[in-house]
């Protein structure tokens, strides 16, 4: 960036509150019909760009932090009772003996961990990783198997139905309809296992005014359908959310005033259909999905993402003393605190709101989805087109871009979205850290898994044809097996989303009935130049 003398009076700007006139580039027309119309909501920064107008896949910005001097540079005055930030170096962690650990380069594209990652241009082979492979079936990566019905290429080794289509009531394995259709535009989801038995796939309807919520697919062990139920009405825009330590689920809105409710789904349990407002959400916001750092299971830790340009990624962390379960969510004198990231690779947690949300807006605007894994805490930037991995004990973050590095077929060009784990996995799983994807837009959304330790993708699963122009997947969540994956399209190919008949709910089953984050069948990457020779 050459900085011009005016840029002096735009920070003094930014620092005194004024308004940010940016003009950004518009996304290209889409064939999705777009329901989200222009709302007025309160924003503490204002911007021109607004999530809750439209979603479609946007260009990929020209984001570089590095051209900004400091983020200390665009910090407001702390707030009252808000210790400063203070320097970077003062922010960094620091040991006993004030040694700091040695910094990561600044924000990087390549993979989490370079060593051993196949480039793009590898081709997979038929060398086997096991002696006697043939109970192995799956094959991610390997899309040649087309269902023609449905339009989607899926890996080799997956069977897939539809067990529900929007508008449509469900058959039930007794014989019976459900009572109430499935719900439209299904987005972010979560599976628990159920006190009497038997699982439940539960599922955000992004609806506007009022006309959303969250709905309950009860399955038997033998994976069959046997009830359906709404667990919270009444709310707007529930996009995705998260699971929490004790089985419950919490649904995010994603409007300017959006907030965070807790659900329990277990017919079981005291607090089945009495769903509450949690603390999460504070005074509102466009809130997106939640992850929870349960390490230590006394004390869990809970991460709140905010899909706007000007957000604040928050962590909650509840008042002590209480043992953990549903009050948790709801008691008053917990602790919010937000992300805020330092151009050497560090980061902190701040109290100035202010000043973590000039902070997403410079290096990660429009948060999506999250994830927690061991020490890690994973989230993508849809403007970005990146996944950030916070290195939680050391204070340190790493980033990649999520479209570039796929391996076999298929391709993650888009937005992504949602970030899953396979949190059950049977006991056949391997190691590996797989990290599953949602795409927002283009022409063959898809399901993709990402290996974080190399940085490797894979699809999992793609569609194509005219109907799929512009949709996206949403509602990825597991049975607690880990064998069957589900995952809906949120339009699905009807004429305008949000309407009613918008929104169809796959099961995708590993034939070999092994976890998704298991073995596969034969399959090793060479270079191309090794596969010719």
């Not at 896949?57 to 932090?65: A, D, K």
């Not at 927002?440 to 990402?450: L, M």
């Amino acid at each position: 960036m050459i900085f011009h003398p005016s840029a002096c009076s735009f920070l003094l700007l930014l620092l005194h509150g004024g308004h940010l006139d940016a003009t950004r580039a518009q996304p290209a027309d889409s064939k999705r019909h777009l329901r989200h119309e222009h709302e007025d909501v309160e924003s503490p920064v204002p911007t021109s760009y607004s999530p809750t107008t439209e979603r479609p896949s946007l260009p990929i910005p020209s984001y570089s932090p590095t051209q900004s001097s400091k983020v200390a540079d665009l910090i407001a005055p702390s707030p009252p009772n808000c210790a400063p930030i203070g320097s970077r170096t003062s922010a960094s962690p620091t040991g006993a003996d004030d040694r700091r650990y040695d910094p990561p380069s600044i924000v990087t594209d390549a993979p989490m961990t370079p060593s051993n990652r196949p480039s793009s241009s590898e081709v997979p082979t038929d060398a086997p990783f096991r002696e006697d492979p043939t109970d192995v079936t799956f094959r991610r990566g390997d899309l040649r198997k087309d269902i023609t019905r449905l339009g989607i290429k899926v890996s080799k080794g997956i069977t897939v139905r539809v067990i529900a289509n929007a508008g449509r009531f469900f058959n039930l394995a007794s014989g019976d309809k459900s009572s109430l259709p499935f719900h439209s535009s299904p987005d972010g989801a979560a599976v628990f296992p159920l006190t009497n038995g038997g699982y439940v796939y539960v599922s955000n309807s992004e609806v506007q005014d009022k006309r959303g919520g969250v709905y309950g697919v009860y399955i038997d062990d033998d994976g069959n359908v046997v009830d359906y139920k709404q667990l919270l009405s009444g709310t707007t825009r529930n996009c995705s959310g998260g699971a929490t330590p004790w089985h419950t689920y919490v649904s995010c809105e994603e409007y300017g005033s959006g907030q965070c409710y807790q659900v329990d789904p277990d017919p079981a349990s005291e607090h089945h259909l009495l769903p509450e407002k949690t603390v999460l959400g504070g005074k509102g916001g466009n809130y997106e999905a939640v992850a929870c750092d349960n390490r230590d299971p006394s004390k869990p830790i809970f991460f709140l993402t905010e899909d706007a340009e000007f957000g604040a990624l928050r962590r909650f962390t509840p008042k002590p003393g209480n043992l953990p379960g549903w009050n948790t969510l709801h008691a008053p004198g917990g602790n919010t605190d937000y992300l805020l990231f330092f151009a050497d690779g560090y980061f902190t947690w701040t109290c100035d709101e202010t000043a973590a949300r000039k902070s997403q807006s410079l290096y990660y605007p429009n948060v999506e989805g999250i994830a927690f894994w061991e020490n890690n805490l994973y989230f993508v930037s849809k403007r970005t087109f990146k996944m950030y991995k916070l290195d939680l004990d050391k204070m340190t973050y790493t980033s990649s871009l999520t479209n570039n590095g796929m391996v076999g077929d298929g391709e993650f060009k888009h937005q992504p979205d949602q970030i899953v784990r396979n949190h059950r996995s049977s006991e056949n799983s391997s190691s590996t850290p797989w990290l599953y994807f949602t795409e927002d837009g283009g022409r063959t959304p898809g399901v993709y898994a990402i290996d974080t330790e190399t940085g490797t993708k894979y699809s999992i699963f793609e569609a194509y044809g005219e109907k799929y122009f512009g949709d996206e997947t949403t509602g990825l969540a597991f049975s607690p097996d880990g064998s069957k994956m589900y995952a809906c399209f949120q339009d699905c190919g009807c004429d305008k989303s949000g309407d009613l008949d918008c929104g169809c709910l796959l099961e995708l089953t590993r034939d070999d009935g092994m976890s998704f984050d298991g073995e596969t069948m034969a399959l090793k990457f060479h270079t191309l130049k090794d596969a010719v020779e």
